[in-house]
């Protein structure tokens, strides 16, 4: 079974998206938390910053470096996860699930087929490994 759940679609910058209706909350993945190592900090953006596709909008600090985040689908910030102020161990903990990011408001749907499904990424990551 995978790791990677398959109610969101992935990001080749490693980032997860689940979309419902028009807003979607986006994390990390399980293979980007384990590569980062142990998280210390988590720099997120503000409620209502908008954002295109691609654009970098915060940075996770592990033990390893810093690695920068990047909004896989274009939007305005809804809600950060307030818990990675005091938990930031929770993207380490849980990538695809209580270690979630942030939740923005959609400014479009076509971004979406840019986007890997979890056998995709999956693929994609082991791919990567062999590069």
């Not at 293979?31 to 409620?47: R, S, T």
């Not at 654009?55 to 689908?73: D, H, M, N, R, Y």
């Not at 993207?91 to 209580?98: F, K």
């Amino acid at each position: 079974m995978s790791v990677y759940p398959d109610d969101r679609k992935y990001s080749r910058s490693h980032e997860w998206i689940r979309v419902e209706g028009d807003v979607a909350t986006i994390g990390i993945s399980d293979h980007a938390q384990k590569e980062l190592g142990e998280v210390v900090f988590v720099d997120m953006p503000d409620v209502g910053e908008i954002f295109d596709a691609g654009q970098e909008f915060g940075t996770i600090e592990s033990v390893k470096a810093v690695s920068e985040v990047f909004l896989p689908l274009a939007g305005e910030i809804l809600e950060v996860n307030k818990v990675l102020a005091d938990e930031p161990g929770a993207v380490n903990e849980d990538p695809h699930g209580d270690g979630w990011l942030l939740k923005i408001k959609l400014s479009s749907d076509g971004e979406m087929d840019s986007l890997l499904s979890a056998a995709e990424y999956e693929k994609f990551v082991e791919e990567e490994a062999k590069a």
